[in-house]
Nanobody, 126 residues
Framework: QVQLLESGGGLVQAGDSLRLSCEASGRTSSTYAMGWFRQAPGKERELVAAFRLSDTSTYYTDSVKGRFTTSGDKAKKTVFLQMNTLGPQDTGVYYC???????????????????WGQGTQVTVSS
């Protein structure tokens, strides 16, 4: 199992930027990709971005394309989510999650992410 620890959330104003970090520990050798999920108040958790460790391929949901960027530092076992031009619609709890190597090659299947962090709150005021 992989343990994940997010950090970097906070309260910002619309138009600001934030950078989230997710540090992995434990059985990281079994990790194929890392995903970033968001759960807004009263809504289901959604996959907003993902990063494949082997070739640094990425996935973004439409609502964050051009504003969010995910990347990773393999040596530090850390992935990042750079969020620019934030708006109130980006408010929510952000989770990172790990997808294992025994799953499909697709990054966009949220149910394949099985190891979860505790989440970090992002609040964007208008």
């Amino acid at each position: 199992q992989v343990q994940l620890l997010e950090s970097g959330g906070g309260l910002v104003q619309a138009g600001d930027s934030l950078r989230l970090s997710c540090e992995a520990s434990g059985r990281t050798s079994s990790t194929y990709a890392m995903g970033w999920f968001r759960q807004a108040p009263g809504k289901e958790r959604e996959l907003v971005a993902a990063f494949r460790l082997s070739d640094t391929s990425t996935y973004y949901t439409d609502s964050v394309k051009g504003r969010f960027t995910t990347s990773g530092d393999k040596a530090k076992k850390t992935v990042f989510l750079q969020m620019n031009t934030l708006g109130p619609q980006d408010t929510g709890v952000y989770y990172c999650a790990a997808k294992r190597i025994n799953g499909s090659p697709y990054l966009s299947r949220p149910y394949e992410y099985v190891d979860w962090g505790q989440g970090t709150q992002v609040t964007v005021s208008s």
